[in-house]
């Protein structure tokens, strides 16, 4: 059971943060982040109170940038000394670090299960929601783009990330998003279809 002193400062100090983020990374996706991740926790045999309090500070960071949030995500947590109410020092550290390799096109492994948690968690991969963040994000960063730009940057991303080959990489083959991301690359390995879902997506954030 997570200490409700702790499930009080993080809904009242950290998940309110996520208010200002875009779209891709608002309250529903910190909530979503958050519930995959205790749901893998009691999985595992892990401590829940950790893989929770990483999950709500793992996108923090995107206050300074997007390119190193995952770093100062991890910084946030480890500097937080209201944190020592609940962990120790050997904890922070182990929590900084799995903040830190959240990141899909991070490099590496992730270092500890808690991790390779909050990383397979934040994938969360619905088709539909993926495909509708991929379009949001683009609108975020280039709003003064033409519709052609979008769908060639939308089609590059998800090749990229996505299809087979692709870099994300999935740390737990029996979970839910393995079989999702099969859906997802059925859909873009087709051409038309993904065309049709871009320009609905595409219209429907444009309203």
Request: aromatic share 10%; proline share 3%; net charge negative.
């Amino acid at each position: 059971m997570i200490p409700a002193n702790l499930t009080h400062y993080i809904e009242t100090e950290i998940i309110p943060r996520y208010e200002k983020f875009d779209k891709a990374h608002n309250l529903s996706h910190v909530q979503a982040v958050i519930g995959e991740s205790l749901s893998l926790a009691k999985q595992y045999g892990v401590n829940e109170n950790m893989a929770y309090t990483i999950a709500a500070y793992h996108d923090t960071g995107l206050c300074h940038d997007r390119a190193t949030h995952h770093l100062i995500s991890g910084e946030i947590l480890k500097q937080d000394a209201a944190l020592r109410q609940w962990f120790n020092e050997k904890e922070i550290e182990t929590m900084k670090e799995a903040v830190e390799d959240h990141r899909a096109s991070t490099g590496h492994e992730p270092r500890s299960i808690y991790g390779r948690i909050v990383a397979e968690a934040d994938r969360v991969i619905d088709p539909t929601i993926t495909l509708r963040r991929t379009v949001q994000y683009g609108l975020k960063q280039q709003p003064e783009a033409d519709k052609e730009w979008h769908y060639q940057r939308f089609h590059q991303h998800l090749m990229d990330k996505y299809a087979p080959g692709g870099y994300l990489k999935l740390w737990f083959p029996e979970s839910k998003n393995a079989e999702r991301l099969k859906e997802l690359q059925k859909i873009i390995a087709d051409e038309t279809l993904l065309k049709n879902t871009f320009d609905q997506l595409f219209a429907e954030e444009n309203l």
